[in-house]
């Protein structure tokens, strides 16, 4: 069992469950949250789905979240 339990773990494990809702999205899925909305706001990222994507995923990448 996985615990989580300080501010940056939380916080990190948020934004990628927003990166698999948005890839969900960009496959067609609809949830009952918008993580493209969400992420575009947040990161003030433009373009499509796909882009967002590929452009969040590049975030995480820079923030050290994603390996």
């Known amino acids: 069992m996985l615990v989580i339990d300080t501010p940056e773990g939380i916080r990190a494990y948020r934004l990628l469950a ?3 809702a948005l890839g ?4 067609g ?3 009952r949250v918008n993580a493209y ?5 947040e990161f003030n990222l433009k373009g499509s789905k796909a882009k967002v994507y590929e ?3 590049a975030k995480l990448r820079e923030m ?3 390996v």
């Open 37 to 41: 909305a969400t992420i575009k706001k």
């Open 64 to 66: 050290g979240i994603l």
């Open 24 to 27: 969900l999205e960009v496959k």
């Open 29 to 31: 899925l609809k949830g």
């Open 55 to 57: 452009l969040y995923e």
């Open 18 to 20: 927003l990166r698999a």
